[in-house]
């Protein structure tokens, strides 16, 4: 059963179309990754999602409720969170205080009790903080919680995105460029945290990648999108083969050498 399905979904800025007619489904619990050259419109249909852009045309649907309209606040509270391609951590504040403010679609006390500082309303603090650090332990961050998201080493300020993200209890997950600035080992450690946050929590998880070796070795199926419209869509072995994707990433030579030769695709 698809968690989240797009239909015929079109972004437009200008002249330009960034999404075009797109139809994209995500089974639940499943690791899906959307790839495609710089520019294909990626981020931008995740923006969509996730509230930070209205689309012109078409539907979005998370477990069948209606995503058009919606504010980014709102599709949080419905279950949908997020990183970024370029780190957007608080960066003089703590690590324990990003993963906090990632909980605030989550909590249910107003500003009333907030004022009057009520025992609920402490409890409630409490209990936030013991799950903040629940969640530094969970990404490999125990006992940096103290620490300034600014003087975390780079790989470290990807796991404390992820794990603010987490703070929101999300059933889907939206990963834009997880490895990217990685080293080839930092690589493969993502690649292996991702699995586990798929397995251990039991969250359905959609991630954009450019890193061809990480999306081809995580996802269980890929979506290839090209100047905002969808050219290709199934398994690892089916996208790695499909002369529409090495034409997009490598150009028209090396498709037809491929469809001439038989040979694997270079990048792929």
């Known amino acids: 059963m698809a968690i989240l399905t797009s239909k015929q979904v079109t972004k437009n800025f200008g ?19 959307l790839i495609g050259p710089n520019g294909a419109g990626k981020t931008t249909f995740f923006n969509c999602i996730t509230g930070f852009y209205g689309f012109d045309e078409g539907q979005i649907f998370f477990n069948n409720h209606l995503l058009n309209g919606r504010s980014p606040d709102r599709v949080a509270r419905l279950g949908i969170t ?34 009057i500082g009520s025992k609920a309303m402490r409890e409630e603090e409490a209990h936030a903080v013991e799950e903040a650090n629940r969640l530094l332990r969970f990404v490999g961050l125990a006992g940096q919680g103290d620490l300034l998201a600014k003087n975390l080493p ?38 292996k945290f991702i699995r586990n946050l798929r397995d251990e929590l039991e969250i359905t998880i959609l991630l954009i990648e450019h890193n061809m070796r990480v999306a081809m070795s995580i996802s269980e199926r890929l979506t290839v999108i090209d100047f905002g419209s969808k050219i290709a869509e199934g398994t690892p072995e089916e996208i790695q083969r499909n002369p529409r994707v090495i034409e997009a990433y490598l150009g028209r030579g090396a498709a037809t050498g491929l469809a001439t030769n038989d040979s694997d695709p270079k990048g792929l």
């Open 154 to 191: 780079y790989g470290d300020q990807r796991r404390l995105e992820i794990a603010r993200a987490l703070a929101g209890k999300p059933s889907l997950l939206l990963l834009d460029e997880p490895t990217a600035g990685m080293n080839p080992r930092e690589a493969v450690e993502m690649v």
């Open 15 to 33: 002249g330009l179309t960034a999404v075009n007619s797109f139809d994209f489904d995500v089974p639940e619990g499943s690791i899906v990754s």
């Open 82 to 115: 997020r990183t970024y391609q370029n780190i957007r951590l608080f960066t003089n504040m703590s690590a324990i205080e990003n993963i906090l403010v990632g909980m605030e679609p989550q909590l249910k006390r107003g500003w009333i009790g907030a004022i």
